[in-house]
């Protein structure tokens, strides 16, 4: 658990963010609580907490003061400001000492809750390298530019965000791009030594060129939380936006090549207006995937030509009927599967590359399967490399189909030992996901059921499967959802019920996020590849 303190003037904010809040479902307990800053500091000076709230404008001491001096003794503590409309000015001051957030008064719950909630999750990874200088990347804006690009932030919060951090949000198009740095090949896979040495310096250097490009109109780069790092530009026109991005982007690759770096670059599509930018993150980072077939020096485009009709060829395949087959433990079944594909795709005018993209779509289909069934997150999720190394090596469509029907086979037999990996009542909670995700599940609905804590639930839930429980519930539920667009005529209203979403915009949100896109998008796309059959 970890601690926090509350200092506020005001008896009905202190005392009520001591009630109201659920402090040890959010992973936290409070320590302590003080009216003005003085006794605060008095407090925390020794001692110490993890994350402090407080007010600014106090009487005695006010909350920046407090920063101020608690920083020296207790570096890693964690801030977290309270502040009037009125206080932009205090608040810009704030940011300089290294805020985590702040809230303006009435304070939102949930705001308050993610901001909480975000911070705990740094405090924990705080052991990872660190990939820049509090002083080079400002720790406020890189909240709310994660918060901003996975959806995770109530519009209205977004605008007063945008606007306290100059960002305009009246631009009619946004797009962003990801650079990921190229891995030493003999690198550890799980903590790559080439992102602890050089990360902040391709960062350092984005920025550098980015400014020497004179590149008109407004740039945001920031890490995002698995370390790469994204650049946001903005735009009145979608074509002139994309191609002023694509040679901002070339120039970043090239100055970098310059420098013996190597990096993937992926460039989303052009989204109109500021909430669409969520959308175009999801799909830089998700066409990072197709370097596993393209060149470390090319520059994948979502818009380009080339590359929308691999995409195409990458998303007819259907996968629905694999998974069925995969899932029936039938070898022969998959086999002819796989021979009908590779067959009918050889005979067909497609690139080698749009053939690699079948087998590559195929084996990520049957990690996926493996994961959501089986769940152990070291046996589900063995490394890319050591499942594409001889997809890669492969010079004939033959020798590419025996290396896939190779991975499903291994899936199989280990989809055919007994789910013994689990505890009892995780075993339970997976039981309820697969047979009542229609209804309303939360862990704490089921902490109540199997009389467990809903905190202690989840984190037991992460620990053994290697995802959180809203992801496997969201992700079960998407595929359902895939299943019923497939197979019956209901509208997408019903089956977002019928799935277990009310509210069938965020049903939509939510299988855009799984598949990257839009429910009647999928169905025409299912429609289309049975035409084409």
């Given at each position: 658990?970890?601690?926090v303190?509350i200092?506020?003037?005001?008896?009905?904010?202190l005392e009520g963010?001591?009630?109201?809040?659920?402090?040890?479902?959010?992973?936290?307990e409070?320590?302590?609580?003080?009216?003005?800053?003085?006794?605060a500091?008095?407090?925390?000076?020794?001692?110490?907490?993890?994350i402090?709230?407080?007010?600014?404008?106090?009487h005695?001491?006010?909350g920046?003061?407090?920063?101020?001096?608690?920083?020296?003794?207790?570096p890693?503590?964690?801030?977290?400001?309270l502040s009037?409309?009125?206080?932009?000015n205090y608040?810009?001051?704030?940011?300089?000492?290294?805020?985590?957030?702040?809230?303006?008064?009435?304070?939102?719950?949930?705001?308050?809750?993610?901001?909480?909630?975000?911070?705990?999750?740094?405090?924990?990874?705080a052991?990872?390298?660190?990939?820049?200088?509090?002083?080079?990347?400002d720790?406020?804006?890189?909240n709310?530019?994660?918060?901003?690009?996975?959806?995770?932030i109530?519009?209205?919060?977004?605008?007063?965000?945008?606007?306290?951090?100059?960002?305009?949000?009246?631009?009619?198009?946004?797009?962003?791009?990801?650079i990921?740095?190229?891995p030493?090949?003999?690198?550890?896979?799980?903590?790559?030594?080439?992102?602890?040495?050089?990360?902040?310096?391709v960062?350092?250097?984005?920025?550098?060129?980015?400014?020497?490009?004179?590149?008109?109109?407004?740039?945001?780069?920031?890490y995002?939380?698995?370390?790469d790092?994204?650049i946001v530009?903005?735009?009145?026109?979608?074509?002139?936006l994309?191609?002023?991005?694509?040679?901002?982007?070339k120039?970043?690759?090239?100055?970098?090549?310059?420098?013996?770096?190597?990096?993937?670059?992926?460039?989303?599509?052009?989204?109109?207006?500021?909430?669409?930018?969520?959308?175009?993150?999801?799909?830089?980072k998700?066409?990072?995937e197709f370097?596993?077939?393209?060149?470390?020096?090319e520059?994948?485009?979502y818009?380009?030509?080339?590359?929308?009709e691999?995409l195409?060829?990458?998303?007819?395949?259907?996968?629905?009927?694999y998974?069925?087959?995969?899932l029936?433990?039938n070898?022969a079944?998959?086999?002819e599967y796989?021979?009908?594909?590779?067959?009918?795709?050889?005979?067909?005018?497609?690139?080698?590359?749009?053939?690699?993209?079948?087998?590559?779509?195929?084996?990520?289909?049957?990690?996926?399967?493996?994961?959501?069934n089986?769940?152990?997150?070291?046996?589900?999720?063995?490394?890319?490399?050591?499942l594409f190394?001889?997809?890669?090596?492969?010079?004939t469509?033959?020798?590419?189909?025996?290396?896939?029907k190779?991975?499903?086979?291994?899936?199989?037999d280990?989809?055919?030992v007994?789910?013994?990996e689990?505890?009892?009542?995780?075993?339970?909670?997976?039981?309820?996901?697969?047979?009542?995700?229609?209804?309303?599940?939360s862990l704490?609905?089921l902490?109540?059921?199997?009389?467990?804590?809903?905190?202690?639930?989840?984190?037991?839930?992460?620990?053994?499967t290697?995802?959180?429980?809203?992801?496997?519930?969201?992700?079960?539920?998407?595929?359902?959802?895939?299943?019923?667009?497939?197979?019956?005529?209901?509208?997408?209203?019903?089956?977002?019920?019928?799935?277990g979403?009310?509210e069938?915009?965020?049903f939509?949100?939510?299988?855009?996020?799984?598949t990257?896109m839009?429910?009647?998008?999928?169905?025409?796309?299912?429609?289309?590849?049975?035409?084409?059959?």
């Open positions: 658990m970890r601690k303190f200092v506020d003037d005001e008896p009905f904010i963010l001591h009630s109201v809040v659920d402090w040890e479902e959010l992973g936290t409070l320590c302590g609580k003080a009216y003005d800053g003085r006794e500091f008095e407090q925390l000076k020794d001692s110490g907490a993890d402090l709230i407080t007010d600014i404008m106090m005695e001491m006010n920046l003061e407090l920063i101020r001096k608690l920083k020296p003794l207790h890693n503590m964690k801030f977290i400001v009037g409309y009125n206080e932009f608040v810009k001051e704030g940011m300089k000492l290294g805020i985590e957030n702040y809230l303006l008064k009435p304070v939102n719950m949930k705001e308050l809750a993610e901001t909480i909630q975000s911070t705990v999750q740094k405090i924990d990874n052991k990872r390298p660190s990939y820049f200088d509090p002083d080079e990347l720790i406020l804006r890189d709310v530019m994660n918060r901003w690009v996975s959806g995770r109530d519009p209205s919060e977004l605008r007063n965000r945008l606007e306290f951090l100059d960002i305009p949000a009246d631009m009619s198009c946004y797009a962003a791009a990801v990921r740095e190229a030493d090949m003999g690198a550890s896979e799980e903590l790559p030594s080439w992102r602890q040495e050089h990360g902040r310096q960062y350092a250097s984005c920025r550098e060129i980015a400014e020497k490009t004179g590149y008109e109109g407004p740039i945001i780069r920031f995002d939380l698995e370390g790092v994204v530009c903005l735009g009145e026109d979608p074509g002139m994309q191609e002023r991005m694509l040679q901002l982007l120039e970043i690759r090239r100055g970098l090549n310059e420098r013996q770096t190597g990096v993937m670059i992926t460039l989303g599509s052009m989204e109109q207006g500021y909430q669409g930018l969520p959308q175009s993150y999801a799909q830089a998700r066409l990072q370097f596993l077939t393209h060149r470390e020096d520059i994948i485009s818009g380009e030509m080339t590359l929308s691999e195409q060829g990458y998303a007819a395949l259907d996968t629905l009927e998974e069925k087959l995969l029936n433990r070898k079944a998959i086999d796989i021979d009908h594909l590779f067959t009918v795709r050889n005979t067909d005018p497609v690139s080698p590359v749009q053939i690699r993209n079948f087998a590559v779509e195929l084996i990520l289909c049957t990690k996926q399967i493996v994961k959501e089986k769940l152990n997150y070291q046996l589900a999720t063995s490394g890319y490399k050591q190394t001889a997809l890669f090596k492969a010079q469509v033959g020798t590419l189909a025996k290396h896939v190779f991975i499903a086979h291994a899936a199989i280990y989809l055919s007994e789910d013994d689990f505890s009892p009542v995780v075993k339970q909670v997976l039981h309820q996901i697969r047979t009542k995700y229609a209804e309303e599940l704490k609905t902490g109540y059921e199997f009389n467990i804590h809903p905190f202690y639930l989840g984190q037991l839930f992460l620990k053994e290697g995802v959180s429980f809203s992801d496997y519930l969201n992700s079960h539920r998407i595929k359902q959802a895939k299943t019923l667009l497939t197979e019956t005529q209901m509208k997408t209203s019903e089956i977002s019920r019928s799935v979403y009310l069938p915009g965020y939509y949100r939510q299988f855009k996020k799984y990257g839009s429910p009647t998008e999928f169905r025409n796309m299912v429609k289309q590849a049975a035409c084409c059959e």
